[in-house]
């Protein structure tokens, strides 16, 4: 059945006052664009910037350009570059929290210097602190195909964190994400790992908000959150295990930067704003029947999540088609997608049921999978209409 009133949250709501709270918002292509799977993206900047003011009217930060928004995965830096720009104006214009990823996505996959590495995370930073924007230092490939060792990571990384003009966020983000960062901080060990980002942080505290721990790892995040200097925030990443994370325990709680958030937005909202009254246990009432969606849009390969956050929007009218730069809606397999609708559907998410259930039948009948046609929970319960819908296209 879906939750009466689910995806009608209020809208023009402030920040959360009790937790730190970014989504990471994906990219609308521009379906008109003639594009190669390997060219550069192209972008419908209006409906990509849109849907970061759904974002910022539920009173959640955007966390820009990060790997939601397919660095890597088919937006390249120039892409980014302009992405940056754009949202960091349009958070001065609507006043709304943004913080951007700045990386080394601008270097060829393999070859280069660490001297190279440096560099074009100096480009990047530079580029997010002039647009206002609160930086994100994301891992980098060529960084981990490079790096000798720990001592590599501290001493690069102490580089940046002496020149920048304001605190920034560090991104621990795990090889179940991208597999080219496998023993990033130096080591494939861990707790070794660990001890590498700890140093780091303690060497510059002032210059660290807070680290995103992207490891699906629950209990390897509270360790850490329970160690970092007093007034560094753990962000939590782990799509898995989020409600608990964010709800804490009386050691602490984790600050929320996550990809799930993007199709979770109102339900999140919702929340948070009990959060902040204190009442965990309706908090957890709201955000813990999200679950089920949240693992499956991350289940493995679970780099190829983004292709599930871009069906739920589009199926929930944030855009009017579902292509990806890249060509990543062929990412996951039609079962998947038709499971992803169901899960969202019975959580209410769809300002418009009939719409949504439109757009999955369309999508499963181009691609010769169309029965049985899914409903949405609503017209299962209270009969289906005389005609089906003709607004959809």
Avoid: N
């Amino acid at each position: 059945m879906t939750a009466p009133g689910a995806a009608a949250a209020t809208t023009g709501q402030p920040p959360p006052r009790s937790r730190t709270v970014f989504a990471a918002a994906h990219v609308v292509a521009d379906p008109h664009a003639d594009t190669t799977p390997d060219g550069p993206a192209a972008l419908d900047w209006d409906a990509t910037l849109a849907f970061r003011r759904h974002l910022w009217a539920h009173g959640l930060g955007v966390a820009e350009a990060m790997d939601t928004a397919q660095r890597g995965m088919g937006l390249d830096w120039s892409g980014a570059a302009e992405l940056i720009r754009r949202s960091a104006a349009e958070a001065r214009a609507t006043g709304g929290r943004i913080a951007c990823g700045t990386g080394t996505d601008q270097l060829p996959p393999h070859g280069g210097t660490l001297a190279d590495v440096r560099a074009a995370y100096e480009e990047q930073l530079t580029l997010a602190e002039e647009a206002g924007a609160q930086p994100v230092l994301m891992a980098s490939r060529q960084l981990a195909a490079l790096a000798g060792g720990p001592d590599t990571y501290r001493d690069l990384y102490g580089h940046l964190l002496r020149q920048t003009t304001r605190p920034v966020i560090l991104h621990w983000l795990g090889p179940m994400f991208d597999p080219a960062l496998t023993g990033y901080w130096g080591s494939r060990d861990l707790e070794t790992a660990t001890e590498t980002l700890l140093h780091i942080i303690a060497d510059h505290p002032a210059k660290v908000d807070g680290v995103k721990v992207s490891l699906l790892d629950a209990p390897r995040e509270v360790a850490l959150r329970r160690r970092l200097p007093k007034g560094v925030r753990c962000y939590t990443g782990d799509d898995f295990h989020y409600p608990e994370l964010i709800a804490g325990d009386a050691h602490g709680f984790s600050d929320a930067l996550l990809g799930v958030f993007d199709p979770l937005a109102p339900l999140a909202a919702g929340a948070l704003r009990l959060l902040d009254t204190g009442d965990t246990a309706a908090f957890r009432a709201t955000l813990d029947p999200t679950v089920p969606l949240a693992r499956h849009l991350f289940r493995a390969p679970t780099r190829y999540y983004k292709t599930g956050v871009v069906l739920l929007a589009w199926l929930a009218g944030h855009q009017s088609h579902f292509t990806m730069v890249g060509g990543l809606q062929s990412a996951r397999s039609l079962p998947h997608l038709r499971r992803a609708y169901e899960l969202a559907d019975g959580l209410g998410l769809f300002p418009d049921p009939e719409l949504a259930a439109t757009r999955i039948r369309t999508l499963l009948t181009v691609y010769g999978a169309a029965e049985p046609q899914p409903q949405p929970a609503a017209t299962a319960r209270y009969g289906a209409p005389a005609r089906p819908t003709e607004r959809d296209t």
